[in-house]
């Protein structure tokens, strides 16, 4: 893996890591290499997170950004560490030899993550420089809440629920397995929740996913935190500060 001149960002789900990738790669030549398993899987975007990527892929200011490791997987089909390891240098090597560009790995799925950074600190390794994004109470606040639950309301539609019926036909798949919003779905189509009790189970369990993957990441001394203040470009110009005069990157 060549970690020399790459960058991680992570941080646990609805940080915001993918919007302040995005920005990171368009002020400083790099393009994204995904190291979230769920968005691997194409054609269920709102099960997936990729609603964030086509999002800004269509914005102007991110048209030089590449992405790469995104929606290449079916349902079907799955992806273990080492094999990721293997595409993840690959990827990285094409974008700094090839593109002339920045690899910037973006996700936060622990298993992928270790490959790149590790789970602790060892001195024979040349890790990349790594940053961590969280919202302002990650673990205990109203705001996240507030957040998660207007991102529910936007992607639980109806095209939604028809999604969730082609990945229940693969119910032993990475997606039907793992995803949080899986079960309450089910018991909506079901009859045995509401919409609206289906969406308030989903926007609590998502807060709890992300307050254990923040505990998680927290415990590894190779990230730097920042919060997320609201605004995409101030948070990557503080990163970008950080990257040019602590880690020595973007010389």
């Avoid at 600190?121 to 994004?133: L, R, V």
């Avoid at 639980?156 to 997606?175: G, H, P, Q, Y």
Wanted: with cysteine; charged share 30%; proline share 4%.
């Amino acid at each position: 893996m060549p970690y020399k001149n790459c960058i991680v960002i992570t941080g646990p789900t609805t940080s915001g890591k993918t919007d302040i990738a995005f920005e990171i790669a368009a002020m400083e030549k790099g393009d994204l290499v995904n190291s979230d398993k769920f968005m691997m899987y194409r054609d269920f975007p709102n099960f997936t997170g990729l609603v964030d990527v086509k999002r800004n892929s269509e914005i102007e200011w991110y048209k030089n950004v590449g992405t790469h490791l995104y929606e290449f997987l079916d349902i079907d089909q799955d992806i273990d560490a080492e094999e990721y390891k293997k595409l993840a240098g690959e990827a990285a090597k094409n974008v700094s030899e090839n593109g002339g560009k920045i690899p910037i790995f973006e996700g936060c799925y622990m298993k992928f993550l270790n490959t790149l950074i590790g789970n602790g600190y060892d001195s024979k390794i040349t890790y990349p420089a790594t940053i961590g994004i969280k919202r302002k109470g990650v673990i205990d606040g109203d705001e996240l809440k507030g957040k998660v639950r207007d991102r529910v309301e936007m992607e639980v539609t109806d095209e939604t629920v028809a999604d969730l019926e082609k990945i229940l036909c693969e119910e032993n798949s990475f997606l039907a397995s793992k995803s949080v919003a899986i079960v309450p779905l089910k018991k909506y189509i079901d009859g045995k929740l509401i919409l609206p009790q289906a969406k308030d189970t989903i926007t609590n369990d998502i807060i709890e996913l992300a307050k254990r993957q923040y505990l998680e990441l927290n415990r590894n001394p190779m990230i730097k935190w920042f919060e997320y203040n609201g605004s995409v470009p101030e948070t990557a110009d503080q990163i970008v500060r950080f990257l040019r005069e602590e880690a020595k990157l973007f010389k």
